[in-house]
């Protein structure tokens, strides 16, 4: 019986060895300070919806487009849809 060799890429030891408290640049940023930018994004994100609850009053986009008029299917003003009827008598 044949046991495989334990065989790992000196890259990801070095991985591995990185802590959360290394200043190794990770892309542009050291960890610490993406870390302190992503805390940042997401702080700001929530004050922005706290500001901006979601519109409750929207129901649903079909049931607006059933509300709305339409000549053989094709959405039209309310004005245009009015002179369509007077038209049509």
């Known amino acids: 019986m044949h046991h495989a060799k334990n065989t ?3 890259a990801s030891d070095d991985e591995a060895s990185e802590g959360k408290g290394s200043s190794k640049p990770m892309g542009i940023y050291s ?14 994100i929530i004050k922005w919806r706290a ?7 929207f129901s649903g986009r079909s049931a607006v487009a059933g509300s709305k008029p339409r ?8 004005e245009e849809y009015q002179k369509y009827m007077e038209t049509q008598k």
């Open 8 to 10: 790992k890429c000196k």
């Open 31 to 44: 960890l610490n300070e993406r870390i302190r930018k992503i805390l940042y994004y997401k702080k700001k």
């Open 51 to 57: 500001a901006h609850p979601p519109n409750r009053s």
């Open 71 to 78: 000549i053989k299917g094709k959405f039209v003003k309310k």
